[in-house]
C-alpha cells in the first residue's frame, strides 16, 4: 500500500511530497514542529503537544494555521489512509513561500506539512539493561524552548553519540547537563527525580511534562533544577524521556558506570508508570 502524506490541504502520495524550493522552512528553517506517539489510535498526550506547538508559533510570531478540530479530522483521514494504529505523527508549520529575504513577510499562507509511520521503538534490550552516553558541549542557539527545525547542532551531537558508539549525547552549557539531541536529561539522587527546568535553555519536551505530573500524582519528590556533569556522575540512576523513546535508563556516562551500572528502582518504576498511561485508552 502506497504511503501517503499531507501537504497544504492534500493528501498526496508519499514519494510525490514536497513544498515549494522558496519554502521559507527549507531555506531559514523558519517553521516549527511536532513529533507525536500514536497509540491504539489515539494521539498521546495530545493537549500538550498542541499547546506546545501553539507556543513555538506564537515565540516566532506566527498563529495555528488551523482549529484543533480541524487537525484531529486531518490526522484521523491521514492514520486511515496509511493503516496506522500504533506509530507516529510528524507536524511540520513553516511560515510559507515567498521570495528569499531575511525580513519576515506578511500576508503569507503558511505551509503545514504531515506524514506518520508504524511505531519504531527502541530495542527492548535498552529499556531492560539501559544505555550508555557521552556528554558533549552545548552548541546551540538561544532558544531551544521553540521547536525549532533548525536541528544542525543536535544533528552533530548526535552523530558524535554514534560515532562513540553510544545512543544519546547529553549537552552541556558552563558545566551543567542542558538536555540530550532529541531528549530531555534526568537523574536520580537518594530518590529525588531531578531535571533541568523549563526555561528558554531547553526544549519542554512533552514526554517530560507528562512524567512530572504522573510523578507527582505519585507522591515521588521531584526536583526541577539544573544539574552538573559532575552530579549526574555520582548520581544514583539516570534516565532519558522523549516520544519516540519514552523513557530509557542510561546506565554509562563518558565511560563512568551510574550507580550499580543497571536500571534501578525508581527508574524502573517511572518506566512502568509512563508505558502505562501511553497504552491506557483513557490516558
Not at 546506565?251 to 512502568?272: F, L, N, Y
Request: hydrophobic fraction near 40%; aromatic fraction near 6%.
Amino acid at each position: 500500500m502506497p504511503r501517503v502524506s499531507f501537504v497544504n490541504g492534500q493528501f498526496v502520495r508519499h514519494r510525490q511530497a514536497g513544498v515549494h524550493v522558496e519554502d521559507r522552512g527549507y531555506q531559514f528553517a523558519d517553521a516549527v514542529y511536532e513529533v507525536i506517539a500514536v497509540a491504539k489510535g489515539r494521539m498521546v498526550d495530545e493537549e500538550l503537544h498542541l499547546e506546545r506547538l501553539e507556543r513555538s508559533l506564537r515565540e516566532i510570531r506566527m498563529e495555528m494555521p488551523f482549529t484543533v478540530g480541524i487537525f484531529r479530522l486531518k490526522v484521523a483521514e491521514l492514520l486511515r489512509l496509511n493503516r496506522i494504529v500504533n506509530g507516529s505523527l510528524y507536524l511540520q508549520v513553516s511560515r510559507g513561500v515567498s521570495p528569499r529575504n531575511h525580513q519576515i513577510p506578511s500576508a503569507i499562507c503558511p505551509s503545514v506539512v504531515m506524514t506518520v509511520r508504524p511505531m519504531i521503538s527502541p530495542p527492548q534490550e535498552m529499556f531492560e539493561k539501559g544505555v550508555s552516553i557521552i556528554t558533549v558541549r552545548d552548541i546551540r542557539w538561544r532558544r531551544p524552548d521553540i521547536k525549532s527545525v533548525a536541528l544542525l547542532p543536535n544533528v552533530l551531537a548526535k552523530d558524535e553519540a554514534i560515532r562513540n558508539n553510544v545512543f544519546e549525547a547529553w549537552q552541556v552549557d558552563d558545566g551543567v547537563v542542558t538536555e540530550g539531541t532529541s531528549t530531555n536529561a534526568w537523574i536520580v539522587s537518594k530518590g529525588t527525580l531531578i531535571t533541568h527546568p523549563p526555561t528558554n535553555g531547553i526544549l519542554n519536551g512533552v514526554t517530560r511534562r507528562a512524567l512530572l505530573k504522573i510523578a507527582e500524582k505519585e507522591g515521588a519528590s521531584i526536583e526541577e533544577r539544573p544539574f552538573s556533569v559532575g552530579e549526574a556522575m555520582v548520581a544514583d540512576e539516570a534516565f532519558l524521556t522523549s516520544t519516540s523513546s519514552f523513557l530509557i535508563p542510561v546506565i554509562e556516562i563518558d565511560g563512568e558506570k551510574i550507580g550499580e551500572g543497571t536500571p534501578g528502582p525508581v527508574s524502573r518504576q517511572m518506566m512502568a508508570l509512563y508505558n502505562n498511561h501511553v497504552w491506557t485508552e483513557d490516558a
